[in-house]
């Protein structure tokens, strides 16, 4: 069952490609390898949408969303990498908690989509890393266990 992530990636784009536009953000795949795991389609569709949707709706208008993904040592990884205002680092274990938003942010969002990560994440033994960047950013990066097909 292995799923190659070029194709949820380009699902996820095409289906958030309308929110980036109406706020200008640049968003794009900035890796052209071809990394496959072994999950359900459903699920990584899920994920991805999830982390992107964040990725867009925190940063700021003009700003820049890229997902990329690769492999090392047994492990294959996604990411995804905004020019937003990040987590502090205070906040980075309560975003996974439902309903949980950031207090001072005025996205609009329910506080759901990166407990719906965590949830996903944990049901396929993946990992999650936060990861703020200078100046300003967030890089939210998901390893799973390397497909072996």
Not at 2 to 25: G, H, K, S, T
Not at 29 to 40: I, L
Not at 127 to 132: G, H, Q, R, V
């Amino acid at each position: 069952m292995a799923l190659c992530m070029q194709e949820v990636y380009r699902n996820a784009l095409e289906e958030l490609m309308p929110l980036a536009e109406a706020r200008r953000i640049d968003i794009g795949v900035s890796s052209d390898a071809e990394v496959t795991v072994n999950a359900p389609y459903s699920d990584m569709l899920v994920l991805v949408r999830n982390i992107v949707d964040n990725a867009i709706r925190y940063t700021p208008e003009d700003g820049r969303v890229d997902l990329s993904m690769g492999a090392d040592a047994g492990h294959a990884w996604i990411r995804v990498e905004d020019t937003g205002p990040g987590i502090r680092d205070d906040d980075q274990r309560r975003v996974f908690d439902p309903f949980y938003r950031v207090p001072g942010n005025d996205a609009d969002g329910s506080g759901l989509g990166l407990s719906i990560v965590s949830t996903i994440a944990a049901r396929l033994r993946a990992d999650i890393e936060l990861l703020n960047v200078k100046p300003a950013g967030l890089v939210v990066t998901v390893r799973f266990e390397r497909s072996r097909e």
